[in-house]
């Protein structure tokens, strides 16, 4: 279908949530959108906030905001060509020497001496960043009014909070910083430090420090991944989130043996990474269901600041850990090792932990594929949302 005007940018956000390697199904929902846009359409998002790898997706197309679909091209190269080898390091010397650390760590106080503890060394991916991100072409974007702010998730290992470091071309009085329980927006000049924090799975990455304070993966303490862009001034919001079919039924038990390290492991992480998502949907839904109640019988009513938020959500219509399942051959022999000693197997019921972790391009080329169908399954809803009712900007 051709629209015969831009899509409606202001006020609209991209909200990118975590999930390690899953986050590539974000790109294959993003090059579904950019299909649907005009070919050479900016930026379609006035907003973009991300969590975790959503927040490395966040930022990348933030940067290349002058041309959406050369973004998510540019996006989509990246994880399409991926190892593991680009995001930490995998080999047997590496996992035995991080294993040697974590072990001397008992013997002062539980820290490390040198550097941060973890499983994990993601040096590498600090390298892949600096090459992939340019941080002066986001701050030209967002002085070109490209884009409004783009926001950045981590928690604070000091005092527990859930951080947004957030970046604008507003005045500070337009977007003021804010204070909630637990979660606050700090004003910030973002940088390859904020992505490392944000992504920083705990103990399986190094924390990272911003100033003189430690933070790790964003999905922690996030009890309201949309959050910071409605406190960023959105009024519409796209969701991409990285959970399986929330409709379908659990899986069923593996017997009577106790759960696997991994499935343990797996189980925390997808508390982390996609309850709160869900929850905060259902909870964002009903304040919509009140404040329309409410306009209906009082046009004139004070609803206390509240506001109907229109947003669409994409999530996985596939269970991703099947799709993991079928891909751990692809990974480093030490890293097979591992995960079959820890039961991030099949039949270890451990592949949700292993496909966060799963960093190789045949297995993120598969969640780009599985979202771009879920998108175009959906395209009248992005159709809808792109291109609301109001006034025409005719194109050209």
């Keep these: 279908m051709k629209h015969p005007r831009l899509p409606a940018a202001d006020r609209t956000a991209l909200v990118l949530t975590g999930g390690g390697a899953r986050a590539a199904y974000q790109v ?28 490395i997706n966040a930022v990348a197309l933030g940067a290349s905001a002058n041309n959406f679909r050369l973004a998510v091209k540019k996006v989509e190269r990246i994880w399409s060509d991926l190892s593991v080898e680009q995001v930490y390091r995998a080999g047997y010397r590496n996992l035995f020497g991080s294993m040697l650390r974590l072990f001397a760590s008992m013997f002062h106080r539980g820290t490390g001496l040198h550097k941060p503890l ?11 960043l600096r090459q992939s991100i340019d941080f002066k072409d986001l701050e030209r974007r967002l002085e070109g009014g490209l884009l409004d702010a783009i926001g950045v998730t981590a ?43 944000s992504s920083a799975i ?23 991944p949309i959050s910071p862009a409605l406190h960023l001034g959105a009024e519409r919001v796209l969701v991409v989130g990285v959970s399986g079919n929330a409709k379908r039924p659990p899986v069923g038990s593996l017997g009577r043996r106790s759960p696997s390290l991994a499935r343990m492991v797996g189980h925390v ?22 404040v329309g109640m409410l306009h209906n019988e009082n046009p004139r009513s004070n609803t206390a600041g509240l506001r109907v938020i229109d947003f669409l ?5 596939v269970e991703i850990d099947k799709i993991a399942a079928q891909h751990l051959r692809s990974l480093p022999r030490a890293m097979r090792t591992l995960f079959n000693v820890t039961g991030a197997t099949n039949r270890g019921g451990g592949t ?23 998108a175009m399954d959906q395209r009248d809803m992005l159709e809808d949302f792109f291109y609301p009712p109001g006034p025409m900007r005719v194109i050209g």
């Design 352 to 374: 949700s932990m292993a496909s966060y972790l799963l960093f190789e391009g045949e297995f993120c080329r598969d969640l780009i594929a599985a979202g771009y169908r879920d």
């Design 28 to 55: 294959g929902v993003l090059k579904a959108a950019a299909e649907i846009l005009p070919k050479k359409a900016h930026n379609p998002f006035s907003i973009i906030t991300g969590t975790s790898a959503g927040a």
């Design 155 to 197: 928690s604070s290992y000091d005092t527990g909070e859930s951080i947004t470091f957030y970046q604008s071309n507003l005045d500070g009085e337009i977007l003021p910083a804010w204070q909630r329980f637990r979660r606050k927006g700090v004003p910030a000049k973002i940088g390859i430090e904020h992505l490392l924090a």
């Design 118 to 128: 973890s499983l994990l060394d993601t040096a590498p991916l600090a390298e892949l």
């Design 202 to 224: 705990p103990a399986i990455m190094p924390a990272a420090k911003i100033g003189d304070t430690y933070f790790g993966d964003g999905a922690l303490r996030q009890v309201s």
């Design 313 to 317: 959500c994409i999530n996985p219509s």
């Design 269 to 290: 992480f997808n508390s982390a990474f996609i309850d709160a998502l869900e929850n905060d949907m259902e909870h964002l839904d009903r304040i919509n269901e009140l």
